[in-house]
């Protein structure tokens, strides 16, 4: 089984089974419809981090689904590259909500006909990371050596010159908006989910700094060369990923009794709190200090389909931002999903119920790009 650090997630975990394999994001043990996924590693040698700092070898882990498909230049034209969004990794894709609704036979985006990537970026998953040594001593990673990263992946580990759809959720969704600016012919089209192509800044940067300030208070933290997990800052820090990740309509049907808030924090919150690493965790959440594609999205001439959720508490509608930067996209349409028992606040991206009509709509669209 692959363990996934993945925070953002613990609360939809918990509404669709509050057991500590959901919270800690356990990709389904039965068997499914679509191919099973293939796990490898990639090594990039010698890679050059934008801080000046280099590993000598950096891993990254990723898995596939389907085969590729060549045209008669001998070029893949059916691969689509899925990205995971601050803490996750590719295989919180393999849950029923998100896999069950689009890899099986005839479903959008199924697996017998394209040729899935799901990779773990920079810091997260089984890639190279803080914990797997350095610790803090490791390279401090932005989001354009996270994106730099999945281009070589692709293009030279993989060979695709061209993915048929990049689709990305939450951090993914603002490196779909990096590859689109970097590389305008990368892809077909664009899916990003759950996101502002702007710098992060007001409340959305306010927890994040929080977050990294609650770890580093914690007198265990010891500059990051801690001997025992920062328990305490790692309590505070979870705290505010729970509430960052939330939807009020859904935790309210998941935790509706004082009774059921005490047995969730010391289940599932406690369980999922066991699985997260301080250093790594860290660098993931400040890993988006300088992100700020605003400036450069009429470089995207790629179809694009931008979808948030009206009950992200990341992402908040009343600002204004999608409205004022999605004309600046030529191809682009900006999509606002209302509050539903469908959405799931900022996880609303991995409900692919709530949203996949949208998808089917951006495939036809740009089946001739």
Not at 93 to 106: H, K, S, T, Y
Not at 121 to 127: E, N, P, Q
């Amino acid at each position: 089984m692959i363990r996934i650090k993945s925070f953002l997630f613990a609360f939809a975990g918990l509404c669709a089974i509050a057991s500590a394999a959901a919270a800690l994001g356990a990709p389904p043990a039965d068997v499914h419809a679509y191919p099973a996924p293939r796990a490898a590693d990639f090594m990039i040698a010698n890679f050059h981090f934008r801080s000046g700092e280099t590993l000598p070898e950096l891993k990254i882990h990723y898995m596939t689904l389907g085969t590729p498909t060549r045209n008669a230049a001998g070029e893949i034209v059916n691969a689509v590259l899925v990205l995971h969004g601050t803490g996750g990794s590719g295989a919180q894709f393999l849950r029923p909500q998100f896999a069950d609704e689009l890899f099986g036979p005839g479903q959008l985006l199924d697996a017998t006909k394209y040729f899935i990537i799901l990779p773990d970026d920079i810091g997260h998953g089984a890639s190279s990371k803080p914990s797997d040594g350095l610790r803090a001593h490791f390279p401090r990673y932005d989001y354009a050596d996270m994106v730099e990263a999945e281009h070589i992946l692709v293009t030279e580990g993989l060979g695709v010159k061209r993915l048929r759809l990049l689709f990305g959720t939450s951090m993914g969704c603002m490196h779909a908006f990096l590859w689109g600016e970097t590389w305008p012919n990368a892809a077909r089209a664009l899916m990003p989910m759950a996101c502002l192509p702007t710098a992060i800044g007001g409340r959305n940067r306010l927890w994040r700094a929080m977050l990294i300030d609650a770890i580093k208070a914690d007198p265990a933290w010891r500059g990051g060369d801690y001997v025992a997990e920062p328990d305490a800052g790692l309590r505070a820090a979870q705290d505010l990923l729970t509430i960052a990740g939330s939807a009020p309509q859904q935790m309210q049907k998941a935790l509706p009794t004082p009774q059921a808030v005490t047995a969730y924090l010391a289940g599932p919150a406690a369980q999922a709190r066991e699985a997260l690493d301080a250093n790594d965790l860290i660098y993931q959440v400040d890993a988006s200090r300088d992100y700020n594609p605003e400036l450069g999205l009429a470089k995207i001439t790629a179809p694009v389909m931008w979808i948030n959720s009206a009950d992200d508490f990341i992402n908040p509608p009343e600002l204004g931002i999608a409205e004022r930067l999605a004309p600046r996209i030529a191809h682009g349409r900006f999509i606002l999903l209302p509050v539903s028992p469908l959405t799931h606040g900022h996880g609303t991206h991995t409900w692919a119920v709530a949203w996949k009509d949208h998808l089917a709509e951006l495939l036809a669209d740009s089946a001739a790009n």
